[in-house]
């Protein structure tokens, strides 16, 4: 069963940029269809970014298209949300999940597995 450890958030100010990790062990990451999610206080886990297995194909939320860019190094079993020209409303608990199928899907409820959030909060 793989393990999703996310880390790279903190604290920046609205314009800056942030490189979030989501490193795995248990399983090879070009084996599973990874995802981003946030979820921010008071609010549901929204879907921000995915890439299918393998890389082949990537998905985003309308909100963050061409400020952030999900990818992958197989070596390092390790997927990235690079995440610049950041803004306030991005501010959220970031969560990386991952799924058996060659398919990415911004649907949740179809990943199994979850690490457990790394905090970005932006400042105006």
């Known amino acids: 069963q793989v393990q999703l450890v996310e880390s790279g958030g903190g604290l920046v100010q609205a314009g800056g940029s942030l490189r979030l990790s989501c490193a795995a062990s248990?399983?090879?990451?070009?084996?599973?269809?990874m995802g981003w999610f946030r979820q921010a206080p008071g609010k549901e886990r929204e879907f921000v970014a995915a890439i299918s297995w393998s890389a082949v194909s990537t998905y985003y939320a309308d909100s963050v298209k061409g400020r952030f860019t999900i990818s992958g190094d197989n070596a390092k079993n390790t997927v990235y949300l690079q995440m610049i020209s950041l803004k306030p409303d991005d501010t959220a608990v970031y969560y990386c999940?991952?799924?058996?199928?060659?398919?990415?899907?911004?649907?949740?409820?179809?990943?199994?597995?979850w690490g457990q959030g790394t905090q970005v909060t932006v400042s105006s």
């Open positions: 248990g399983g090879t990451l070009s084996r599973y269809s």
């Open positions: 999940a991952a799924t058996k199928s060659r398919f990415a899907t911004v649907d949740s409820n179809y990943y199994a597995y």
